[in-house]
């Protein structure tokens, strides 16, 4: 059987997503009043091993994979790529080879998305794209959750993204034909998507609007998302803050959407320049559900992974 790495959602059967965001589901409920430290009844990992390499700097995706290991009954061992023999001139695929031989699995938080699909190439064990410059597969599967957790139907929903068309918004583009919903992306002209990753959404017949106007984007939608304008590694922060602030999602601009929708941000959050405080504070706001169901998400990923 060959090896499941999770590098992207665009590449994997609709039916295999589905399954994910199901099992995600599930295992959240069945943990319902345990201790948040304590190991899933089933341990479907015990005595498996996660090696996590991170590149940029992690809150959320630190945590939900450290904590979802250890709650499938397996560990992780965090690697500062800094601190590998990367860091001195090591190939990537060298430390793929290597890690290989010691670990059940890799998750990755990188710069490049190329590094990423190099190390997996040659990895005899599953590789896990837990952030690159193009994709955060990770990041839309717990997204997915907490809208249908909040009782919205993703096929025929329509979610629009507004601000920078960065790797979060790749990713929804990839998920649209898969869930099928629509996807309405709103940036300043310079800030679009690139076309590759909105090809990749429309070759499943998926449905991509584009629009260089936040309030075109975001009508008729039923949840608006937002990302920071200035991401790690951006070097034209005065500039990229000039030419987004026409897009901050405010209460006006979300009174535009559908009645009712919901606001997702994968955080953090720069309040008052993405969005607006009462935006994010705001009842429509589902962000820290978003960010819990990174744990769950995930763990249904590393057990995609491992045991399926």
Known sequence: MSVRHFLDIFPLPASELRA???????????????????????????GYTLAMIFEKSS???????????RQLGGTSIVLNAADMQLGRGETIEDTSRVLSRMIDAVMIRANSHADVEAFAAVSDVPVINGLTNTSHPCQIMADLQTLEEHGLDLKGARIAWVGDGNNVAASFAHAAPKFGFSLALGTPQGYELPEIDIERGRQEQGRIDIYNDPAEAVAGADVVVADTFVSMGDTDADKRLKDLMPFQVTQDLMDKANGGAKFLHCLPAHRGEE???????????????????RLHAQKAVLEWCLKS
């Open 20 to 46: 994910i965001l199901d099992n995600a589901k599930s295992r959240k409920n069945a943990r319902a009043g345990m201790p948040k430290g304590s190991v899933d009844p089933d341990a479907v990992l015990a």
């Open 59 to 69: 809150t959320r995706t630190r945590l939900s994979f450290d904590m979802g290991i």
């Open 275 to 293: 969005v607006a405080a009462e935006v994010i504070d705001g009842s429509a706001s589902l962000i820290f559900d978003e960010a819990e169901n």
